[in-house]
């Protein structure tokens, strides 16, 4: 039934590719406006759910499959905790971005990147794996058995 | 009297969305509208702390030429990531919703201490 | 925003209740920019109007969609909830007016972000220095725990789909690997 709903199907592939670019946006823009990694991966992961809903989860998958988002959604916090652990490893405190580079402003400016764009990752890889783990039950529908309590 | 608390009325109004969202979870049986009501409950306190950080006449915190006020940056922090770590939490509370409706077959309070009553029952009379 | 709650609170159709549980954060959304917040108001309009909808429209497919009949008003929670209320209004009698520059929530810490996050971070913007420079482990602690609810919510309910990789008459498991 999904699939006979054109107007949907054609406006969101008009969507999805400025939807995509705006996260990209919010994300490395969030320094000067309001924006950063946590609404950037929200909306990031709004694109796949758009899709996956007009299209079927079954398609989404096949764009961007589960293990893909579950791999983003740990990076992401290996990215920031490996942010930490290298200015660690560079004699300062854990997440002291004073020392990433070779001046304190340059090495802040690198750090906040680094973390936002982790906490990005983890965030969009967190939404897309709720959404599909959602869908795949209803795939299932009712025809399978109940489990015993 | 109104006029001397007319500033407090943010505070009110936070207040009364808090109690409406916490009627709704305990006097209301059905597991979706429970977390509905906690979310309005979530949203109200949003609300009371961002509107602890307004500053009359102040801009929002971003830095820029020939502005001196600014309305407090911390709330607004403290809540941007408390939003997302609601949502993540809400999506855990919906994944328990779902997984009851499959043990149970229904997502009513009552009738799943009723199921668990009967459960109980059977045991007592099988001993 | 009152009007979407306390309909909320009427209405048993359960698909209306989580539409205007969108409009409610929609609303709250714009409450946070005219409060100056327009970080927290980007956040609230793309998660609770966005995601936190889909998730429960995906929840209510999976369940009921109709709430079962309830008495209208219970009154033992009634009481409580009005005195809990009044205890919390009586309790802001002493709290600073709406937009009391001396409030002393603004006169600690907020100073020193305001004042020295342009030199000592960098970016102009002060929300993104605090989240990410100055409050740096609460960040990440916050998104370790993004992290740990979507574990939970593989744990709790990613695991149906094992189960079903057994039987061969599912067709569509096969595509995404399973948990």
Known sequence: MMHQKSVLRVVSKLLIPPILLFALYVQFHGDFGPGGGFQAGVIFATAFILYGLIFGVATARRVIPAAATRTMLSLGLLLYGGTGIWSLLLGGEFLDYNLLASTPSAGQHLGILLVEFGVGMTVAGAMTTIFYTFAAQTLGGDDTPKEEV | MFEIHAGLFNYWAAIALMMVGFYIVIAQGNLIKKIVGLNIFQVAVFVFYISMGKIDGGTAPILGEGIKVYSNPLPHVLILTAIVVGVATTALALALVVRINRSYGTIEEREIIEINHAADHDEDTRL | ?179
Do not use: C
């Open chain 3, 1 to 179: 925003m009152a009007g979407t709650a306390i309909s909320m609170l009427w209405l048993r159709d359960l698909f209306a209740v989580v539409m205007l549980s969108g409009i409610y954060s929609l609303f709250a959304a714009v409450l946070y920019v005219v409060m100056d917040a327009v970080d927290v108001a980007f956040t609230e309009a793309a998660v609770g109007a966005g995601i936190s909808t889909v998730l429960m429209l995906g929840t209510l497919a999976l369940t009921k969609s109709k709430e079962r009949a309830h008495k209208k008003i219970s009154y033992g929670p009634l009481v409580l909830v009005l005195l809990t209320g009044g205890v919390l209004i009586y309790g802001t009698l002493d709290m600073p007016r709406y937009g009391d520059a001396n409030a002393p929530i603004h006169s600690h810490v907020a100073n020193r972000y305001i004042e020295k996050s342009g030199s000592e971070v960098g970016p102009p913007n002060i929300v993104t220095s605090v989240l990410a420079s100055y409050r740096g482990y609460d960040t990440l602690g916050e998104t370790a725990v993004v992290f740990t609810a979507a574990i939970g919510v593989l744990v709790i309910i990613g695991r149906r789909r094992k189960n079903k990789k057994d039987t061969p008459q599912a067709p569509k498991t096969k595509e995404g690997s399973t948990s």
